[in-house]
T-cell receptor, first 111, second 111 residues
Framework: KAGVTQTPRYLIKTRGQQVTLSCSPI?????VSWYQQTPGQGLQFLFE???????NKGNFPGRFSGRQFSNSRSEMNVSTLELGDSALYLC??????????FGPGTRLTVL | ELKVEQNPLFLSMQEGKNYTIYCNYS?????LYWYRQDPGKSLESLFV?????AVKQEGRLMASLDTKARLSTLHITAAVHDLSATYFC???????????FGKGTRLHILP
């Protein structure tokens, strides 16, 4: 079974721009979660989608948004990028309440 | 709000020694996860602990859960260099099944 895939793997943007990251979950997994990982704050939960609906949300500003499609693929969008948004963005999928399986991440650098 | 605390955050140890990483969480939960992350890589699932007294072992790693004390331990036996990595514990919130991560324990095993 193929694992969780994320595209792109690396991204460089400038302040004020917006970015869209993509995540394809493991086949059969309907839950997709997004996390931001930084050296200072660690792994922080952004949101979780299940069957195209946002099920949970972390404490991030409205500039961070996401969506999930009928094939369970998910996208995350960050608008008006700030320097502090530079991070590794990880996507994870799971089947119901089972273990989460993480993708390789997208490394976003904001200049 | 669920808080997950790991200690120590950094650990440097000699090969062959035993050590324990602790994970405390602040509110009732029904699942505790341990993950491993190698530098520049994504997270790899190690264990899922579901009930009080649960113990799981894989090679030189053994995880246990005490739900009454809200404490999980990850014990490393006769450490080898290959176990150098960052180890995260994560706990789900009962109310909305959000998964919250600890800050991670960076383990460096010296040959």
């Amino acid at each position: 079974k193929a694992g969780v895939t994320q595209t792109p793997r690396y991204l460089i943007k400038t302040r004020g721009q917006q970015v869209t990251l993509s995540c394809s979950p493991i086949s059969g997994h309907r839950s997709v979660s997004w996390y931001q990982q930084t050296p200072g704050q660690g792994l922080q939960f952004l949101f979780e989608y299940f069957s195209e609906t946002q099920r949970n949300k972390g404490n991030f500003p409205g500039r961070f948004s996401g969506r999930q499609f009928s094939n369970s693929r998910s996208e995350m969008n960050v608008s008006t990028l700030e320097l502090g948004d530079s991070a590794l963005y990880l996507c994870a999928s799971r089947f119901h309440t089972d273990t989460q399986y993480f993708g390789p991440g997208t490394r976003l650098t904001v200049l | 709000e669920l808080k997950v605390e790991q200690n120590p955050l950094f650990l440097s140890m000699q090969e062959g020694k035993n050590y324990t990483i602790y994970c405390n969480y602040s509110t009732t939960s029904d699942r505790l996860y341990w993950y491993r992350q190698d530098p520049g890589k994504s997270l790899e699932s190690l264990f899922v602990l579901l009930s009080n007294g649960a113990v799981k072992q894989e090679g030189r790693l053994m995880a246990s859960l005490d739900t009454k004390a809200r404490l999980s331990t990850l014990h490393i036996t006769a450490a080898v260099h290959d176990l150098s990595a960052t180890y995260f514990c994560a706990v789900n919130t009962l109310r909305d099944d959000k998964i919250i991560f600890g800050k991670g324990t960076r383990l460096h095993i010296l040959p």
